[in-house]
């Protein structure tokens, strides 16, 4: 089993983010809005809390909305509502193992496939994290291959890897078999486990991992600019958000 990592995000505080250097000034609200995941994935979400969500979304010009699979419908419907010349006015992302990475391949890789079939054309998988914590590859790999067969190859595949348990040689691992498996963008967190969500540590790992032939996305306690300023500054090309509307704000138009 991995030795824990030396800096895990701490629990129930926002992500590690705000010590890192500042990135050039030249970015604009509207080319960090492009990279958001603007997420709503509270269990006790409403369908009238994804609407807004999806309001909210069009408004701020976010690429994507992330949503559980019960909301990917509704979802895609409010992007195309939203959307011009039957083009939609945003993305919708959805789960697949969410949040523990327990459930078996067949049922992540069904999940995942239904989620398509309903309107999602990104899908955020979550990987046995048990298997991780056993340094088992192989079967990271398996199940991460086995989701990305259940969809058509235009669907973006990120894997979740919950970084905050494991030490930088392990995450290095969980990205090799990431890659192996298919995926477009490893992710560092549900933003849902009690050892935390995303830290610079973790996001400098993955990219050195990757090499820029995968997209990396930071995900889980990220809550103000400066936070997420500081994981693009660290390599991260995506970012999971629930407070995209107050971030967004402090960012120059």
Not at 63 to 84: E, F, I, N, W
Request: hydrophobic content about 45%.
């Amino acid at each position: 089993m991995p030795g824990m990592p030396t800096d895990p995000t701490v629990p129930d505080r926002p992500a590690s983010g705000d010590d890192a250097t500042p990135p050039p000034a030249a970015l604009r609200r509207a080319d960090l809005a492009k990279i958001i995941d603007h997420t709503l994935l509270r269990p006790e979400a409403t369908g009238e809390e994804i609407v807004n969500l999806c309001t909210d979304a069009a408004k701020l010009g976010v690429g994507t909305v992330c949503v559980a699979p019960t909301h990917v419908y509704l979802a895609a419907a409010s992007a195309r509502q939203a959307g011009k010349d039957d083009e939609p006015s945003f993305a919708v992302a959805s789960v697949v193992g969410f949040p523990h990475g327990t459930g078996l391949t067949v049922i992540k890789a069904e999940e995942a496939r239904r989620a398509v079939a309903d309107g999602a054309t990104e899908i955020d998988m979550v990987i046995d994290i048990a298997n991780a914590m056993d340094e088992n590859w192989r079967a990271i790999e398996t199940e991460i291959t086995e989701v990305r067969l259940s969809v058509p190859p235009h669907v973006i595949l990120k894997v979740i890897l919950e970084t905050a348990l494991l030490p930088d040689e392990c995450i290095a691992a969980a990205c090799r078999a990431a890659e192996s498996g298919g995926a477009e963008y490893v992710k560092t967190s549900t933003g849902f486990h009690p050892a935390g969500g995303a830290s610079l540590r973790a996001v400098r790992a993955m990219v050195a991992a990757v090499g820029g032939r995968l997209g990396v996305k930071a995900s889980g306690g990220i809550r103000t600019a400066p936070q997420a300023l500081a994981f693009l500054e660290a390599g991260a090309t995506r970012l999971g958000l629930s407070a995209t509307k107050d971030i967004l704000a402090d960012i120059p138009v």
